[in-house]
């Protein structure tokens, strides 16, 4: 089976979101999260491109890698 198109998965989430948007995330059977993005970028994964986001994390200071599917915008970068 062949993928028509060469958009990668995410790709129409990821036009919502742009750097410096606050977005809430959540992993299942963990408690959710709320950060600010600060890089788009696309992984190959299974043979097809992923569209993924860097977040800083507010609640514990981290840094972390998310699809950019799980996010869900708080607030627009002014």
Known sequence: MTMKGSSSLGEKASS?????DIVF???LGEEGNIGMVYEFY???MGGRQIK???VA???DAFHYE???ME???VSKAK
């Open 16 to 20: 919502q979101f742009e750097c410096g």
């Open 25 to 27: 995330w959540k992993k």
């Open 42 to 44: 696309t992984v190959k």
């Open 52 to 54: 993924k986001a860097r």
């Open 57 to 59: 994390s507010f609640r």
């Open 66 to 68: 998310v699809l950019i």
């Open 71 to 73: 996010l869900k915008l």
